[in-house]
């Protein structure tokens, strides 16, 4: 299938015959098994004109491979565009910023959060203000006189969110006020024959792209025009073009893909420093991420999903509602037998039961049990620990019973310890370097031993913990090589909440698409 042999061009790189097509490998070395089987299903998917599933483990060098097979399938011919994948599969901000997926290869590295994506694409949520904030910016430009305004698809666009407004507001109404935070039973939801009346009465099947295209073209006109004049605010644009949008999939094709959409009014409490806050919320929830991904599939020449989870590669496909006849589960470079110990760890110091469901992990037994496991690990394992919990609650949680019972303070004298932040940015690029640099600063033997392997009484820090979340900042696609995670404890299984109405929805519309087959 492929044998690596030296390129006469480029001395530090290597090529590799892979399906009729030289590959160059720029990685001064022979790939891995695991990357040439990532680059040949990656060109076969090419070769054939069809979608391809890759799965191969995290730290197994699947996007060196994805980027060399597809840059050789394409060099002579190709431009090539990196964006974050929702400007991909988001059909509005694809429009907005000019990217055609006509005949493309289009490469999803990290593509586990694909179908989340997509379904996000599709859905909106939107509150009485931002509805009223946007008609109010509609109401401002068509008062202005100006010969450069075309007023009739301004008109129409404020007529349609005007109704939904309306429609909105009358129907809020019908929904009783959540006692508490964790009254999660105030919502109404709307059938799909009756979401559908709703959209036609409310005009949404009058309007479309070509009326956004128009004041898309108006704004340009009158932004460049000499004078002082009054355009829509960013707000009302992207409002607007989710309303229509959203819209548009519903009742697409006489409403063929209706019934994968939810249409409810929710209303959520939530306390602030000052007051209890009562969130009324118009939601549109798409259930399928087929609804979006079809359209990706069926523009592009081919389209290749990689990442280290995949599986179950079925229920995959069958979420995106795409044939990928090309797959792929690769094994990792790392000898699992060999070079890694998984273990689970049932019960914690004191005989504490660890099992981390929500109920388990309030009890304060379970906090300093996890904390005094956490502490013996640190006094043995040098460099870096990875711990990640389900939540930033969690986190916060254990952080403050550390504190208090002096357990965080212990930690402290074999590890720095660092927690990760809810928002990204300067902070937790800070943090991440700060983890890292102790690291690299520290003596890669234990906490409470000499070079020679005899303990000692007086603990030093031997290196860092980072406590941290799933799928969060953290998880995803960061490189912690070598000591940077010499070991990585995973608190509980980080499910979604299945109480939570979206992911009730969501199960209920699974069942009966299976019950359907």
């Known amino acids: 299938m492929a044998s690596p042999t030296p390129t006469s061009s480029a001395p530090n790189e290597t090529s590799v015959l892979i399906m009729g097509h030289r590959v160059a490998f720029p990685a001064g070395k022979s790939p891995f098994p695991a990357q ?24 197994s060098g699947k996007t060196l491979a994805l980027l060399s097979s597809c840059l050789t399938f394409q060099r002579a011919f190709a431009h090539i565009v990196f964006c974050p994948y929702n400007y991909i599969l988001d059909p509005s901000i694809r429009k907005a910023v000019g990217i055609t997926l006509h005949n493309s290869i289009v490469v999803l590295d990290e593509a586990h959060n694909v179908e989340d994506t997509c379904r996000s694409g599709a859905s909106l949520e939107l509150t009485d203000n931002i509805l009223a904030a946007t008609i109010k910016s509609f109401n401002d430009v068509l008062k202005q006189d100006t010969h450069l305004m075309i007023p009739e698809a301004y008109d129409a666009v404020r007529y349609v969110l005007s109704c939904v407004k309306t429609w909105f507001n009358i129907n809020e109404e019908l929904i009783r006020e959540p006692e508490d935070p964790n009254d999660d039973d105030c919502y109404k939801l709307w059938s799909t024959d009756d979401a559908l009346a709703m959209l036609r009465e409310c005009g949404l099947a009058e309007v479309g792209e070509s009326d956004l295209e128009q004041i898309v073209q108006n704004e340009q006109m009158m932004m460049n025009s ?21 819209a548009s999939y519903m009742l697409h094709s006489n409403g ?18 000052d007051a209890e806050v009562i969130d009324t919320k118009l939601c549109i929830w798409c259930l399928s991420a087929a609804v979006v991904f ?10 290749i999903l990689a990442s280290g989870t995949l599986s179950p590669m079925d229920s995959f496909a069958g979420e995106l509602g795409v044939d990928f006849l090309i797959r792929l589960e690769a094994n990792h470079v790392v000898n699992m037998r060999k070079q890694v110990f998984v273990g689970a760890v049932m019960s914690g110091p004191g005989g504490v039961d660890l ?34 919990v389900p939540s930033y609650a969690l986190i916060a949680t254990l952080e403050g019973r550390w504190r208090r019972m ?48 005899n303990s000692i009484d007086e603990p030093r820090q031997s290196g860092a913990i980072f406590i941290a979340v799933y799928r969060g900042k953290v998880s995803e696609g960061i490189d912690f090589s070598d000591a940077n995670a010499r070991a990585v404890l995973c608190v509980g299984i980080p499910f979604p909440n299945f109480k939570d109405l979206q992911v009730s929805l969501k199960r209920e519309y699974q069942d009966k698409k299976r019950s359907e087959r």
């Open 355 to 388: 099992i981390s469901t929500y109920k388990n992990q309030q009890k304060f037994q379970y906090q300093d049990s996890m904390g005094e496991l956490l502490l013996q690990y640190a006094q043995v394992i040098p460099g870096g620990i990875l711990v990640f």
């Open 294 to 303: 079809s359209g990706v599939a069926s523009q592009a020449h081919s389209v």
């Open 36 to 59: 040439l089987a990532v680059m040949s299903s990656t060109l076969s998917a090419l070769n054939r004109k069809q979608h391809a599933l890759v799965e191969s483990p995290t730290g």
């Open 226 to 246: 000499p004078g002082k004049k009054i355009l829509l605010n960013s707000l009302a644009l992207s409002t607007a073009t989710r309303v229509i949008s959203v």
């Open 256 to 273: 063929k893909d209706a019934d994968d959409f939810k249409v409810l009014i929710t209303k959520k409490m939530r306390r602030t420093d």
């Open 406 to 453: 002096g357990i965080w303070e212990q930690l402290e004298k074999h590890k720095r310890m660092l927690s990760e932040p809810r928002v990204g940015g300067k902070e937790f690029d800070e943090l991440l370097d700060e983890y890292k640099r102790t690291i690299a600063g520290a003596l890669d033997y234990p906490s409470g031993w000499d070079t020679e392997g």
